[in-house]
């Protein structure tokens, strides 16, 4: 077992082997010790061979990735770009090398080979399957004592698996300190102790995640293939390859064969690909039967948990079989607590492999998986297994039986429900597949379709007594029927279906497993929230703010951020309706802070939250404000269909337009808003609201007998005010103004008097109402009082900044102003604070630049176009940019060029500033 030295007068060259030319009676291979040569498509990456600079001075450097990651070219272009002060030995290993004497034997021709002279008593193995320990004793002495340092790079170290060499190699690298340096290129880790080298920071990784290619570096080599497409193309790519080196340059090779790069990228099908040869040829080939047939089967699966290999293959092998495959870098990693996944291209490849190979068994393993996962606690991602498994009513039975049906109206999960349940067969009977096509109507705002599906959840035809099927209703099927039937109370407008349905839901509530509501509280949050707003609707404010706290309650935690979101903002909307526009205000922001903060996305909201800063914003006199909220608001979910935001955008449009200066059209523009939801009841706030917005615009023109007309019969609504609902107090401020503008001081103040004993109105209305009473007074010739009046309306106007009360009182308050100003008020619009007061101009300062002067500052670039204008009376009407296009048969994108060419043209930023130089220009 010793070792043969060649005789000290026998001096070794460079180019010799072990044995001459020879190891163990078999040629050297010199091409081994080659170091590779990069092609001219490669791609450089600094950020790399940084690393490579900075970790050599260690004594162990590994990198370590898939096949095909790029590890043996980045390491060879670093050494070729970037020469170091020491020799270097390149040696390329092979499964040979796993007998300890070939492996030496080569290692120490390697050296020799790249110009390292060792000296004769060093030795050579004698024997292919050993080694003698006192060679690498001498060898490591012999290392120890070099001046300089050497590198040594064994690339494909992977393919070097016998524990005995990685004792050895141990032993070498700890004794030869701090002479030789060793790099590996493997795509496994290799069987040292790399615990003990990272621990001491002696030790230098790039890992797969390393090596993966950014979005900068495919869109470089992209380009060095002579490819276009710029970065989306590079983002495709990179997304789609999750940035793999040889996945990245094999597709940039298929796209430079193709005519339509672009298009290859979006069809491009892995499984019938370069990409899938070398995948198959490379990974899975290389593998047991055993392990290739947990790949093919697994492949089905977004994650793969050990138990859930072993229901798929009905083996016992999956955890060993997994974590062998995750240490190969056999492109399966690690996702945390057992989970593994594969790399999607893999996967995909895989299954095609699946398909082609073993036709019909790929249902089957979905249909295997659903049913693991479902036990598992996985619902979703079980829904989705059985759905490709086409086993439908499995999907929806347990859908509906695990009470997950509010997961389609919240949480992250519930566009994914939805895409899986789109495609239910039409066939598919039950109550339990009727109630999810119900649902999926319902979360699209489709209330017609939504309630022939509950009924025809509700209608079971007669079977056999001895069917099964016949039993009584499971309480999850009832539970889940008037969860659905609040929601539709909700959409119609019909407080009395949803207050019906909720009483209809405490009993089931009771019968389900406790663990089974615990686990989904979205159910409660959505049903408070439906039968909160189906009150709010009925103009029922107390009950329904009730339902609404009781919804913020019971919303805890980020998954229900969007029913707390919605509770918030209708919360918001009472607040609005009693007047409290500060405290409306102030909840409007903590429903918009709940939507940011979680990321909820604009087609998960319904957009009342946007309604009230709208209302603030008009009151205030921030008109540009205004109408920025009122956009957002039209763009929302439930701008049409949801009855609370659609009422709540047509009546704020035509304040918005009477604050603007066009009373014409906020007369025209809520005509057809006050038709009440399909199936559903009036809601006396909305027409109330709709009313006093058609009073304000007949006053405006000058008509205050259409404008008293348009509030009701004057019998039940002026000459009884004692039984008055919540909203009258705005209706009593209106006919008094109507009142007053024919000359009828005293009517108009009978008309206020009941205000006085009331508490019933919030900081606006009081505002107006003290404003009514001080002209009417004013009207009488009690000047005193009507200044007393006015301080006091000032006094409580300032808090909130309502200037708008004082915009909408007319001629005669700037004039009584203008007598004797008010001092400390310069946060009103310009001319109503006295002297001074235009330097404290309100935000809506602009939207009266003609009064002040400023109308003639405005020029236009160039005429409008006809359709422009078209374009733009639309816009000053509040029309979303969705309605202008269906108003004028355009496409959105094409309103939108207009509209950037109007505010070119008008130089404006937005369209509300916009309407207002077009209208100071007399374009309007």
């Not at 044995?19 to 091409?31: I, K």
């Not at 138990?307 to 999956?318: C, I, V």
Request: aromatic share 4%; proline share 7%.
């Amino acid at each position: 077992m010793g070792e043969t030295a060649a005789p000290r007068s026998t001096p070794r060259t460079a180019s010799r082997g072990p044995r001459g030319t020879r190891a163990f009676g078999v040629p050297v291979l010199p091409t081994r010790f080659a170091i590779p040569s990069v092609p001219q498509t490669f791609v450089r990456r600094p950020r790399l061979t940084q690393r490579l600079a900075d970790g050599v001075d260690r004594p162990l450097v590994l990198v370590n990735g898939p096949a095909g990651a790029g590890k043996t070219l980045l390491v060879a272009d670093w050494l070729a770009r970037a020469p170091l002060p020491w020799p270097v030995a390149w040696l390329t290993t092979e499964t040979d090398d796993n007998a300890p004497g070939m492996f030496w034997a080569y290692v120490l021709e390697a050296l020799r080979h790249h110009g390292l002279p060792l000296p004769d008593d060093v030795g050579t193995p004698a024997r292919a399957e050993e080694v003698d320990h006192a060679l690498l004793v001498r060898f490591a002495a012999y290392l120890n004592g070099l001046r300089d340092p050497v590198l040594l790079v064994l690339d494909e170290f992977d393919r070097v698996c016998a524990p005995v060499i990685a004792e050895q190699v141990e032993f070498v690298l700890q004794h030869s300190r701090p002479a030789l340096h060793l790099l590996l290129i493997s795509r496994t880790e290799p069987l040292l102790p790399l615990h003990r080298y990272r621990a001491g920071d002696e030790m230098a990784d790039i890992r797969g995640a390393d090596l993966a290619f950014n979005r900068d570096e495919t869109a470089a080599l992209l380009q060095r293939h002579g490819l276009g497409g710029g970065a989306e193309a590079a983002r495709l790519l990179t997304e789609r390859t999750e940035g793999w080196a040889a996945g990245v340059r094999l597709c940039a090779l298929a796209m430079h064969e193709t005519d339509d790069p672009a298009r290859f990228l979006k069809e491009f099908e892995a499984g019938r690909s370069t990409v899938a040869d070398y995948l198959l040829g490379e990974v899975l080939a290389a593998q047991p039967f055993e392990t290739q047939d947990l790949l093919l089967r697994t492949s089905i699966l977004e994650q793969t948990h050990p138990d859930l290999a072993n229901a798929l293959t009905g083996r016992e092998d999956g955890a060993a079989i997994l974590a062998s495959l995750e240490r190969a870098n056999a492109f399966v990693t690690a996702a945390g607590r057992s989970w593994y996944r594969h790399h999607p291209l893999f996967a995909e490849i895989l299954r095609v492999h699946l398909r082609s190979g073993q036709p019909g068994l790929e249902r089957e393993l979905h249909r295997r998986a659903a049913r693991w996962l479902c036990d598992a606690g996985q619902l979703v991602s079980a829904l989705a297994h059985a759905a490709a498994a086409g086993d439908w009513e499995f999907a929806a039975s347990r859908f509906v039986g695990h009470l997950a049906v509010g997961g389609l109206f919240t949480g992250l999960d519930a566009d994914r429900l939805a895409e899986v349940f789109s495609a239910m067969a039409p066939g598919t009977p039950g109550p339990a597949p009727e109630l999810v096509r119900a649902a999926l109507r319902f979360a699209r705002y489709d209330v017609t379709g939504g309630l022939a599906r509950l009924r025809a959840a509700g209608e079971r035809p007669a079977r056999d007594p001895k069917d099964p099927q016949n039993a009584p209703e499971l309480p999850a099927v009832q539970l889940t029927r008037a969860f659905l039937r609040v929601l539709a109370g909700r959409l119609t407008g019909s407080a009395a279906m949803a207050e019906e349905a909720a009483a209809d839901a405490a009993g089931p509530a009771r019968q389900v497993p406790p663990e089974c509501l615990a686990q989904h509280p979205e159910l409660s949050a959505l049903l408070l929230t439906g039968l909160g707003s189906a009150r709010l609707w009925a103009g029922r404010l107390d009950t329904a703010a009730e339902a609404l706290y009781a919804a913020v309650d019971a919303s805890e935690g980020p998954e229900l951020a969007s029913p707390r979101h919605e509770a918030l903002a209708r919360l918001a909307l009472i607040d609005l309706l009693h007047g409290q526009y500060g405290r409306a205000g102030g909840r409007a922001r903590e429903a918009a802070a709940e939507a940011t903060r979680n990321g909820l996305l604009p087609a998960h909201c319904s957009g009342a939250a946007d309604l009230v800063p709208a209302a603030v914003a008009i009151e205030q006199d921030d008109l540009a404000a205004a109408g920025a909220a009122l956009e957002r608001a039209a763009e929302s979910a439930g701008a049409r269909d949801d009855p609370v935001v659609a009422a709540g955008l047509a009546i704020l449009r035509a304040r918005l337009l009477l604050a603007g200066g066009d009373p014409s059209a906020a007369l025209e523009r809520p005509a057809g808003a006050a038709a009440h939801p399909a199936g559903g009841e009036p809601s006396p706030w909305v027409d109330a609201h709709l009313a006093l917005a058609a009073s304000a615009a007949h006053l405006a023109l000058g008509d205050p007998k259409a404008a008293r007309e348009a509030l009701g019969d004057p019998a039940g609504f002026l000459s009884a005010p004692a039984g008055v609902a919540p909203w009258l107090p705005e209706g009593a401020v209106a006919a008094a103004r109507a009142w007053i503008a024919d000359g009828e001081h005293a009517r108009a103040i009978e008309v206020l008097e009941p205000l006085t004993t009331r508490n019933a109105a919030g900081s606006a209305v009081t505002v107006r109402a003290l404003l009514a009473r001080a002209e009417a007074a004013d009207g009488l010739g009690d000047t005193t009082a009507a200044r007393r009046l006015v301080v006091r309306a000032l006094g409580l106007a300032r808090p909130e900044r309502l200037r708008r009360p004082f915009l909408d009182a007319g001629p005669w308050l700037r004039r009584a102003l203008r007598a004797r100003p008010v001092p400390g008020h310069d946060w009103l619009a310009p001319g109503l604070a006295g002297a001074g007061a235009g330097a404290g101009a309100g935000p809506g300062g602009a939207a009266r630049s003609a009064e002040s002067g400023a109308a003639g500052a405005v020029l236009v670039v160039e005429p409008l176009s006809e359709r422009e204008h078209d374009v733009l009376a639309c816009a000053a009407q509040l029309l979303s940019t969705a309605e202008i296009a269906a108003e004028l048969s355009l496409s959105v994108n094409t309103v939108k060029t207009h509209l950037k060419s109007i505010y070119r043209k008008l130089s404006a930023n937005r369209r509300g500033e916009a309407v207002r130089r077009a209208r100071e220009l007399k374009l309007l």
